[in-house]
């Protein structure tokens, strides 16, 4: 079984590793030394639960590596019946204004070294690669940053159809509408 420490390697605390989607087959890597589709083995979850034809998996600190992963809040890997892991959302943990500039900035820069500079996207996310990584930040009443990232696997649009909504409808609610 892959363990988080496995995973953890694959991705610098930056998560510059949400990046490596590539639009070609299924066997293509995924974030966090995953394929897209489906998945024999995975390392236990903080929490799972099932949403019709999706099944989240949930990573909260717990069950994370501190040091490979300083800045993380959670990974969510959600999971589709029919095409099997189809994304992956990172979500950072608090951080100060220059914390939250550090991190943006090397996000920024890995993905346009991979994929040209960013697009705009709704409701104020950056994406890059057509869409299938996303980037957005949110800020709390204190001041505090958390930016969310998410990947999406190439039958993320089918998993939507079967599942009668944008499956990224999921974290685009912790967005504010712009």
């Known amino acids: 079984m892959r ?11 930056a998560c510059g590793g949400l990046l490596n989607f590539s639009a070609g087959a299924l066997d293509q ?8 589709g489906p998945l024999d083995k995975v390392p236990t979850p903080s929490l799972a639960t099932k949403h019709d034809n999706i099944t989240l998996l949930i990573y909260r600190r717990d069950r994370l590596p501190s040091d490979e992963l300083r800045d993380t809040e959670e990974i969510v890997l959600q999971i589709c019946k029919k095409e099997g892991l189809q994304q992956i959302i990172w979500i950072s943990k608090f951080l100060s204004d220059s914390e939250e500039n550090t991190v943006l900035g090397t996000i920024f820069e890995e993905g346009d070294r991979r994929y ?18 996303t980037v957005a930040t949110v800020a709390n009443d204190q001041g505090l940053h958390r930016i969310f990232m998410a990947s999406n696997g190439p039958n993320l649009d089918t998993c939507s159809e079967e599942h009668g909504h944008p499956v990224s409808d999921h974290w685009m609610q912790l967005l504010p509408n712009q």
């Open 29 to 36: 890597p995924a974030p966090f030394g995953f394929s897209w």
């Open 116 to 133: 040209g500079k960013a697009e705009a996207g709704d409701r104020g996310t950056l994406r890059w690669n057509g869409g299938q990584t």
């Open 3 to 13: 363990s988080i420490a496995l995973l953890a390697a694959v991705i610098c605390s």
